[in-house]
Every structure is written in structure tokens, then in C-alpha cells.
């Protein structure tokens, strides 16, 4: 979603409750171009990270560049620079207030979130753990039946004459998961527990925004 001044990224079906929000004004962004394989539009970001949109309509790309450029050309004449702590700034995924950097706990809401260790670890131990923790049921299944199976037919093939090399398999599967999961968390905000009576957007989300949203950007 981009409004007159920033870019929201934003889930907007029910099932996506929990996962990352970010917010970027539109004087944080340098430049608007494609991945190079699937051609999705990924912003340059001035503090030197970037933003991919991989759901983003292909036909749609010229009428996000039209946009973006008009706006970047009205803040550059009134020369608009809000103040920011980063240029993709997380916001909590249930009351959609800014949440500062390295931080484990929204300050609006009481909101706390997952950290990238406690992911990491989970996934170490069990790849479908840490899963279950901040992804869809659905897809945490899939994951943990696909581990199963994985991990039986690692066993008949290398079990039966070298459990060393079974053993080390596992680890190296379970690390895998666990590094992955670590720079996935690492990314955004999780949403971990939310106290029962500020669950503000969990109580109004129904596939649109929450109607008093806008006045936390303000």
C-alpha cells in the first residue's frame, strides 16, 4: 500500500496474522528496480538494504514506478525528510505502532515478539519447531511431515551400516534449519504473545485494515 508519504507493507488475509508489518517513507528510497530472475520490484533503500515485493503484480510494475516517481519528485520540491531510526522501519503486527530496532517487545500494545536465537534454537532441535512458531499451520506441517520422511529415509540408507554418517546428516539438516530460521526472524517481527485485552488488530482484522491504523502513522 503507498499512501502520500510512505510505503506499507502490509498482509491483509487473516491466515498472515503474526507476521512481519514494515513501514518506509518514500524520501528513504533511492531507487526502483527489478530482481534480475523474477523481475519482482525491489526498492534501494538509503540505508543500504533493500526491499523485494514478491507477490507484486508484474502488470501492475509501471504503475508503481509512475507513482513512485511522482512522489519522489514532490518530496525532493518540498523537501520532506521525517525522521526515521532505519529506512524499513518494523511495525507490530497487532497494533501497528513503530517498534524500535533490536527490540523483543512493542512499547504500545505490550505486544512481545519472537527473537532470532529462540527461532534458531527451536529449529535446531526440531527444523518443524521453530516453524510452528512463526509460520502457518498448514505450511509447519507440510515441513514437519517432509523432516519425517527425510529423516526415515536417511536412516534406511545410512543407518543400518554407518550410524555416524546418519547422525551427521541430522545435524547438518537441523543446523540448516536453524541458520535459516535465525536470518528469516532476523528479518522482521514475529509476533509471540499479545496481552488478551490490547489484541487490537486480532479483534478487528476481518481482510481489511484496522480502521484506526492510519492514526498510528501520524
Known amino acids: 500500500m503507498i499512501t502520500n508519504l510512505r510505503l506499507l507493507c502490509l498482509h491483509l488475509t487473516g491466515k498472515d496474522y503474526g507476521c512481519p508489518y514494515w513501514m518506509v517513507y518514500l524520501s528513504q528510497i533511492e ?3 527489478k530482481t534480475v530472475i523474477l523481475e519482482n520490484p525491489k526498492f534501494c533503500l ?6 523485494c515485493l514478491p ?8 504503475t508503481l514506478q509512475e507513482v513512485f516517481e511522482e512522489a519522489s519528485q514532490r518530496f525532493q520540491e518540498e523537501e520532506l525528510d521525517p525522521p526515521v531510526s532505519q529506512s524499513k522501519e518494523h511495525l507490530c503486527g497487532n497494533c501497528l505502532a513503530i517498534v524500535a530496532n533490536q527490540t523483543s517487545h512493542c512499547e504500545a500494545c505490550g505486544a512481545t515478539f519472537w527473537t532470532p536465537f529462540e527461532i534458531g534454537i527451536r529449529s ?4 518443524a519447531w521453530g516453524s510452528f512458531s512463526i509460520r502457518p499451520f498448514s505450511f509447519a506441517l507440510v ?3 517432509s523432516y519425517v520422511v527425510f529423516g526415515l529415509g536417511i536412516l534406511l540408507l545410512e543407518g543400518k551400516d554407518n550410524l555416524v554418517i546418519a547422525a ?4 547438518l539438516l537441523n ?7 535465525y536470518k528469516l526472524t532476523a528479518k522482521g517481527l514475529y509476533l509471540k504473545e499479545v496481552p488478551a485485552e490490547r489484541q487490537a488488530v486480532n479483534d478487528q482484522f476481518d481482510g481489511s485494515l484496522n480502521p484506526d491504523a492510519p492514526t498510528r502513522f501520524s
Open 31 to 33: 531507487a526502483l528496480k
Open 46 to 51: 538509503k540505508d543500504g538494504t533493500k526491499l
Open 55 to 62: 507477490d507484486f503484480p508484474k502488470q501492475e510494475f509501471q
Open 124 to 127: 535446531l532441535i526440531l527444523p
Open 143 to 145: 515441513e514437519q511431515v
Open 168 to 171: 551427521v546428516m541430522f545435524v
Open 175 to 181: 543446523a540448516m534449519a536453524a541458520v535459516g530460521y
